[in-house]
């Protein structure tokens, strides 16, 4: 599979971007619990959300129109696999604790790895099958604690794993998309989540907490244009400006600021089997992170070392 992301003269603009988001994210449970105490629950707030979002984005939608249509199937499934990734995130850390379900969710890598395996024919080395076995290891931890069964024993749970895949899938999805700028997935994604959270809405949420509430649809106003949208645009213009491996040991502090600002603010356990299970999923992440910048440079050498053909 070919690296179609843009060449950039510098990384470091755009390093930056991708760690400010990464923190930003790993601060995302602090306004979706402040939400949540209006009395919204997660469906509810993600429709909320994401509708406030989509009409801010309506005179784009129609200024990059011919873009989205030449990106065509590929982007709008793209958009909507990872749509399903953020919004079930999004409920799970509502429902559920902020650690457990982003820890479950970072288990993207390793779900990512075995789709490039199975469905695109990418090799499993040695380390990468160490990635997974780590990953797989730290989550076994984390949910059984050695003292029961190593599966999700919540829906927020549930949410973080089920979030976790289809993040890996969007990730595989998007990297072989050439052209989509990072508007154009910020967009995307958006209608995506808006048409999906208000689908499910009428059968999981809680819309009449919404009827008539300016109180709430201020505050949720609020959250989504001035931190919803930003961070998800810098997401997506770091992804695409900078290395896959690099964006993802640059991913992994949200792991880091997630597990320390939820021990010290959101007064939940955090025990041994967070404490190991976060250590090995962030290190398997940071081992496929690694890998993909080990290869990316042993393609540049072997550039270099054929030379220009004639």
Not at 148 to 154: D, G, K, N
Not at 186 to 203: D, E, G, K, R
Not at 266 to 274: L, T
């Amino acid at each position: 599979m070919t690296d179609a992301r843009p060449k950039t003269r510098s990384e470091s603009l755009p390093a930056a971007a991708m760690a400010v988001s990464a923190i930003l994210w790993g601060l995302w449970w602090m306004p979706l619990r402040w939400l949540a105490s209006f009395g919204l629950d997660g469906p509810t707030m993600n429709a909320a959300l994401y509708g406030v979002l989509m009409l801010v984005l309506l005179p784009l939608v129609w200024h990059r129109r011919r873009a989205l249509r030449a990106n065509g199937a590929g982007l709008l499934i793209t958009g909507a696999v990872f749509a399903i990734a953020i919004t079930s995130w999004n409920t799970g850390i509502v429902i559920g604790e902020v650690v457990r379900v982003t820890l479950l969710f970072y288990l993207a890598p390793v779900w990512a790895s075995l789709v490039g395996h199975f469905f695109l024919g990418q090799r499993l080395t040695p380390v990468r099958i160490a990635a997974i076995a780590i990953g797989l290891g730290g989550a076994a931890i984390l949910l059984g604690g050695g003292t029961s069964l190593p599966v999700p024993s919540s829906a927020g749970e549930w949410l973080g794993l089920l979030g976790g895949v289809f993040f890996a899938l969007s990730l595989v999805a998007a990297h072989r998309l050439p052209e989509p700028t990072a508007n154009d997935y910020t967009i995307v994604t958006t209608l995506c989540a808006a048409v999906l959270t208000f689908a499910v809405l009428p059968f999981f949420g809680e819309p009449e907490a919404l009827a008539m509430n300016w109180e709430v649809l201020r505050a949720t106003a609020l959250v989504a244009v001035f931190g919803l949208l930003p961070i998800t645009w810098i997401f997506f213009w770091g992804c695409r400006a900078i290395e896959p491996g690099r964006a993802s040991l640059i991913l992994l502090l949200e792991v880091a600021v997630t597990a320390i600002s939820a021990a010290l603010l959101a007064g939940e356990p955090f025990g041994w089997p967070e404490a190991i299970g976060c250590l090995m999923i962030a290190g398997a992440g940071a081992l496929e992170g690694l890998l993909a910048l080990i290869r990316r440079a042993s393609l540049k050498s072997a550039s270099h070392q054929a030379g220009p053909v004639d």
